[in-house]
């Protein structure tokens, strides 16, 4: 019987990775630049040059394929806004995939939530919330081993729960998501606005460290935003874990335990708080998670 070849791609907005893994393990790994921006027929193009590429240097059939995407995808399976790649609003992510990888069972997930799906199976974590904090506040949110809501159910978007009325606008439009108060340039924002002076995020970080005043305070409400995103989270599902990623989050020492020290403080009578640390993967967990979601399909249809 030959071996399940199981491929995960992460899709993002200036280049695209690619894995390959069987049950025993890595097979091949490559990555490429998005060229320049005319057409998604183009970047499909390019995308499926790629496909060939690598299907001439794996030699086997794949058995599944994972595909991480950062961009909004309706009900109807297509594009329905994508920020960075604009080019692709309006196309039939579905049905193009498919036609990519005929041989194939294929699916698609948000990047958050297949980041958290490859967070969990690193961290042995069955129920798990993800979250990742850079140039926005993404994340997901696994229950049972699965993402949650569940492949074509919509994408857990905690960057978009609303943490304070009447807050700052956030891109979606609305006042007060979390993504409006707890990202990287949003943080920058607010620090900038404290100190009186334009603040770059090295500043931030040596700021911190030195416990200046304006950096605590604007990372403390940071930290503070995140943590009752979680404590709603809690509420709701009861995760076992929560895990912390993206590059602010990361570049910012001891900010796991600011949220944590946050989350003490709203847990109520008879509830602990849910245990928070620090996620491993980095950049990876998206195209793990892609390839994880390869591997979960693939079992579905055996």
């Excluded at 193009?45 to 994972?66: D, I, K, M, T, Y």
Aim: glycine fraction near 16%; include cysteine.
């Amino acid at each position: 019987m030959e071996t399940p070849h199981h491929l995960g791609i992460d899709i993002g907005g200036t280049k695209v990775a690619l894995l390959v893994e069987t049950d025993a393990g890595c097979v091949y790994e490559t990555a490429f630049p998005w060229g320049p921006r005319h057409s998604a027929d183009q970047d499909l193009a390019q995308l499926a040059g790629h496909v060939a590429e690598l299907r001439a240097r794996v030699g086997a059939p794949l058995a599944s394929v994972g595909v991480a995407m950062p961009g909004t995808v309706g009900p109807d399976g297509r594009v329905a806004a994508w920020p960075n790649r604009p080019e692709w609003t309006g196309v039939a992510l579905d049905a193009s995939l498919r036609a990519l990888f005929p041989e194939a069972v294929v699916a698609w997930g948000d990047d958050g939530d297949l980041g958290a799906l490859a967070e969990a199976r690193a961290s042995g974590c069955d129920d798990l919330l993800y979250i990742g904090v850079g140039t926005g506040v993404g994340g997901g949110l696994v229950l049972g081993g699965v993402p949650c809501p569940g492949l074509g159910r919509g994408s857990f978007e905690i960057g978009h729960v609303i943490v304070e009325m009447g807050g700052p606008r956030c891109v979606c439009g609305r006042q007060g998501c979390l993504q409006a108060l707890a990202s990287g340039p949003a943080t920058l924002r607010r620090a900038t606005h404290l100190r009186g002076a334009d603040v770059t995020f090295d500043d931030l970080r040596w700021a911190w460290r030195d416990r200046e005043p304006w950096a605590i305070d604007a990372i403390e409400g940071t930290a503070r935003a995140l943590a009752a995103a979680v404590t709603g989270v809690q509420e709701l599902v009861h995760p076992e874990r929560t895990l912390i990623g993206g590059g602010f989050a990361a570049g910012i020492p001891e900010f796991v335990g600011a949220v944590a020290g946050h989350l003490a403080g709203l847990a109520r009578p008879g509830q602990a708080p849910v245990p928070v640390g620090p996620a491993t993967l980095g950049g990876l967990s998206s195209l793990r998670g892609a390839v994880s979601l390869a591997r979960l399909i693939a079992g579905r249809r055996r």
